[in-house]
């Protein structure tokens, strides 16, 4: 089942991309480009929800809906 967690992408003074999240405390990664960033956070964010939810059960966030809002980069 597909969650939704959002996801804050910060540029860093040295051009490299941050990716955090406030629904997912520890989630940390970091690319040279915001869509790397952003592939890795999805990589860290499932380590994270399987990690926990071996220890706790399942994690309280938010089922994606059927319809929603996404924001495209484009390099144009």
Known sequence: MEKIINIHI??????????TSDDLQGLVA???TATEALEIARDV???LIEARAQRSGDMNLDVIAD???YPLIVNA
């Open 45 to 47: 964010a499932r380590k």
């Open 67 to 69: 319809s929603f809002d």
């Open 10 to 19: 910060e540029k860093l003074p040295e051009g490299a991309y941050l990716a």
């Open 30 to 32: 970091q690319g040279r």
